[in-house]
Nanobody, 123 residues
Framework: EVQLKESGGGLVQPGGSIRLSCTFSGSKFTLYDMSWVRQVPGKGFEWVSTVDISGRPYYGDSVKGRCTISRDDANNMTYLQMDSLKPEDTAMYYC?????????????????WGQGTQVTVSS
């Protein structure tokens, strides 16, 4: 059984930084591109970032220049470093996995999801 578990969320002041982590277990990690997706209550999901199996990163326009995604294949981990946080970054952040080569912008192809970790940006 594949499991994803996020950690690292919390309350951060505007302008601050946070690092989210995602552990992956139950399958061969290197088969999957890994994404971070966020959701604000009452609103839809927003794709944040993806790192593919080669380590190439992709970023949404709202976080480009403020985020760094990375993966550690030896330890089945994915990370999202977020800097210069804004109140509008407040959301539940989910880690998701899909088979490499899929459409990172189409959540319907995301095969596995974590339970999410809350990030709140507020003074």
């Amino acid at each position: 059984e594949v499991q994803l578990k996020e950690s690292g969320g919390g309350l951060v002041q505007p302008g601050g930084s946070i690092r989210l982590s995602c552990t992956f277990s139950g399958s061969k990690f290197t088969l999957y591109d890994m994404s971070w997706v966020r959701q604000v209550p009452g609103k839809g999901f927003e794709w944040v970032s993806t790192v593919d199996i080669s380590g190439r990163p992709y970023y949404g326009d709202s976080v480009k220049g403020r985020c760094t995604i990375s993966r550690d294949d030896a330890n089945n981990m994915t990370y999202l470093q977020m800097d210069s946080l804004k109140p509008e970054d407040t959301a539940m952040y989910y880690c998701a996995a899909y088979f490499s080569g899929g459409d990172r912008l189409d959540r319907r192809g995301y095969r596995y999801w974590g339970q999410g970790t809350q990030v709140t940006v507020s003074s």
